[in-house]
C-alpha cells in the first residue's frame, strides 16, 4: 500500500462544474496535509493546507480532511480551463518532523 | 520577494561528470530539501536540513552530496553523473517548528544524463 493514494486521472470535467479530487493516506499520525497544483513543466505551488478535521475554504477552493477515515480531498468550484494541471497531496505528521509523503497526483482537465 | 531560486534551469552532463544545483530562499526558512521528480514515481526526497549546519538523507540519498552554506542556500552536488539521475531536481524550504509547517519549492532544474 502507497504512504500516500491519489487517482492518477485525467479527470475531466465540463467547464463551470466542481471538481473533486481525493487523498488517502495510511499514516495515523499524520497532522498536516496539503494540496500542490503542478502545471506541465512547473513546480509545485501550494493551494491549499488543512490540518483539523473539516472543511477550508478558500476562493473556489476547498479542503476536506477526515482523520478517522484517512482521506483529504479537494473540491473546485466553477472549474476553469486555466484549473488544467496536476494536483498533488501531500502530508507530514506535523511539526517537528521533515518527512513529507506526496502522492503521485491527479491529471485534471476542464473542458471548455 | 523571489521566493525560493534554483540555479541552473536546464543542465546537460555527460556520464561521469559532476556539478552543483543551488537553491536559496529569502523566507528566513530554517528548513530546506532537495527533491527528485520522475514519471510514475512522484517526489522523492534526496536530502534535506532541518537548520542551518544539519543536513540528513532522505529516500534516495545514494549519488548525491549537499552542503548548507549559509541560512539561505542549499546546494545539491553529483560528483559523477549517471543516466539515472536524469531528472527533475526541486528545492524546497519551510519554516521548523511552525505549526503551518508549508513547503514552498522553487522553479527545478531539468537535468538530463547522456
Known amino acids: 500500500q502507497k504512504e500516500v493514494e491519489q487517482n492518477s486521472g485525467p479527470l475531466s470535467v465540463p467547464e463551470g462544474a466542481i471538481a473533486s479530487l481525493n487523498c488517502t493516506y495510511s499514516d495515523r499520525g499524520s497532522q498536516s496535509f496539503f494540496w500542490y497544483r503542478q502545471y506541465s513543466g512547473k513546480s509545485p505551488e501550494l493551494i491549499m493546507s488543512i490540518y483539523s478535521n473539516g472543511d477550508k475554504e478558500d476562493g473556489r477552493f476547498t479542503a476536506q480532511l477526515n482523520k478517522a477515515s484517512q482521506y483529504v480531498s479537494l473540491l473546485i468550484r466553477d472549474s476553469q480551463p486555466s484549473d488544467s494541471a496536476t494536483y498533488l497531496c501531500?502530508?507530514?505528521?506535523?511539526?517537528?518532523?521533515?518527512?513529507?509523503?506526496f502522492g503521485t497526483g491527479t491529471r485534471l482537465k476542464v473542458l471548455a | 520577494n523571489a521566493g525560493v531560486t534554483q540555479t541552473p534551469k536546464f543542465q546537460v552532463l555527460k556520464t561521469g561528470q559532476s556539478m552543483t544545483l543551488q537553491c536559496a530562499q529569502d523566507m528566513n526558512h530554517n528548513s530546506m530539501y532537495w527533491y527528485r521528480q520522475d514519471p510514475g514515481m512522484g517526489l522523492r526526497l534526496i536530502y534535506y536540513s532541518a537548520s542551518e549546519g544539519t543536513t540528513d538523507k532522505g529516500e534516495v540519498p545514494n549519488g548525491y552530496n549537499v552542503s548548507r552554506l549559509n541560512k539561505r542556500e542549499f546546494s545539491l552536488r553529483l560528483e559523477s553523473a549517471a543516466p539515472s539521475q536524469t531528472s527533475v531536481y526541486f528545492c524546497?524550504?519551510?519554516?521548523?517548528?511552525?505549526?503551518?509547517?508549508?513547503?514552498?519549492f522553487g522553479p527545478g532544474t531539468r537535468l538530463t544524463v547522456l
Open positions: 524546497a524550504s519551510s519554516e521548523y517548528g511552525s505549526s503551518y509547517n508549508e513547503q514552498f
Open positions: 501531500a502530508v507530514n505528521r506535523g511539526s517537528g518532523t521533515y518527512k513529507y509523503i
